[in-house]
DNA sequence: TATGAATGAGGGTTCATTCAT
DNA sequence: GATGAATGAACCCTCATTCAT
């Protein structure tokens, strides 16, 4: 995490900070003005302009940052020690620890199609690199859950893999529009037990 | 369903249709003109004032257009004689039929905290009638599937609905923004396996 | 008068009407929408255009209306055996009878300045009639005023003119604008006095 | 006088000069665009929104400036030495001198009704201030002509002021609309002669 | 380097006018 | 003749971006 840290300026974090604090609470990136942003960033509009080439470009950065912390997040969460559901509950737990989940799905869906093709092929020898990476976690912490019998050995990683993907973003779209009011806490606990019903043999 | 279409005039449904044609490939409502609307619509900027007080307006609208849509079909989706799965499918694959579920999504997150709060409350001898014939129909549908052993009897109702919303907005997002590129069909069959396998005992 | 009214049909006199009533109470004329005439005329909207070319064409057309009207009480105050003091107040006193003043001065400085240079060439055989009828008037009404000592036998019908007529508009200007509040009886007492003491010898 | 210019910066007063600029020739408000303004005053549209929240905003702005600068010059008219009719007119001639009064008049007519509350009531330590100094300011002038002989002992401050603002707006209105043609030097001589004739004893 | 005043392209909205009924 | 649904030109205002300091 701290390769990916150094490779940004503090500027650029304290931009990418303060993007994030006021998407968390369901703001729409297109409502939040770049004044608001350097503002919570605690600089100048102009500032900002010295570091990211437009405010798209300031949420491209912002997701790619994130998106960074997150799989290394899961990365780390490899521990041959743990069960499958206590590496979740890990990752899980943590999640919110760097960037709030909610506001990331916020600004992922507020991404243009240009930026969202965009994104999948940026960064060639950065993103890609974290990708195979964490692909190689998923791939290990499956293979674990499948030895330890919690997941169904006839699943294949993309099945597992999208499960996952799939829950994580259903929960912040079902908060943001669901019939019942979700507390936070049940949420995860209702992720866990979801992904694990789903995987299980 | 045609009660639900009579209360609309043909010009608002060709609103809704025209936004809903626009918000398919993933575009942001916030980059989605007026015009475009209209011409989307076929009909002049001007008269889409002449039914719909605002632009946000007409976002609150077709949302709540397309919700009444969906849940009616949910609603006639109950089948005695179908097993769970048979039912997931039959409601999966008649989703898009009317109003690309997608597009809805979109629509959905695109939706202001402020309009996200009211279309809570809209209707209150519309929406949420709608909201308990559904809970009605789940409620139906669930028991079903767990007196033919397709749902694990410990689940609740509402554990079941959190999981179909959840997958059902978790698509999506998977699609906004998913590692591997994902055919639309597939995507069905994964969500119905998934709900399956989730809700199983 | 009579002839002046003939000259319009219902449906005109009726748009006149609606439209002296909506300014009134000082509502200014681009901020009251044909929709509002039609409406205060007791007409479709479409129906203004079949008796007038345009929302201007209305104004025009109201003020010449208005303005007639005036000058034919003008013209009618002409009475030998009262005193000058004493012409003014019924002049005064009916002023508002037909259409009210205020309103009529509302919609004069509404006028675009190229309505205004119209206004005073338009009619040839009409406007320029009444206003020579007027001055023939106002010259019998002051000479009267002169050989009872009311009028300073020095002052020129110009200067005479200009005192009423300032006087007049200058009314409805201090009570858009005034410091102190003017009940309308009290204005009219004013204006009488204000003009008596300016013209006495 | 300074202490008002001081409470505007460069770019407001550049704004209320172009404004009056452009209503001196009788222009209406409404047929004033904003990019209009914005010309005049030798700025870009959007710099205008830096400083004032709307259109109306300018107006009642430029209407305020305005107001204040023809009450500051006319208690600056207080000179004892100077008979009542100087001091007409030097304020008369010296009114045109930093804003066109006829271009204030059409401001001022142009005000929507809730405008023309809001200002009645508006900076009640400002305008309040401006207002009671006049008054004390007219009491002099009242006084010093009563002492002179100039103005009738039986007629009271309200009188006085009525007519010298009845005057001074009537004027322009006659401009506006009037059957002659007036010169502009011939009203000041027509206003300072109506005045002093009115209140003479 | 950091800033925020200035900018103007662009978009939402209004409303006078038209025309099919 | 009377109507009002449909229209789009026009305008106010926003806000991302620039650049002189």
Redo the contacts between chains.
Sequence with gaps: MSEIENRYSQKEIAVFRGLFALAK???????IKVQDIATAAGMGKGTLYEYFSSKEDILSGAIFYALSGVMNRFEQSVDDTLSFRQILERFFDELDGDVPFAAL??L??????EQ?AE?QTRGQDDLKLL?SRM?RAEADIFASGRRRGEIDANLDD??C???I??????????H?????K?EHRVSKN?LV??VC???RP
Excluded: H, W
């Design positions: 609470d369901g703001r729409r990136f297109s409502s799905s916020m992922i869906v507020s991404m243009s199609p969202r994104i990708f692909k993309n099945f893999g999208y499960v993907v799939s829950a994580l973003f259903g929960q912040t779209a079902a943001l529009f669901s019939c019942q979700c209702l037990e979801m019903r789903t995987l």
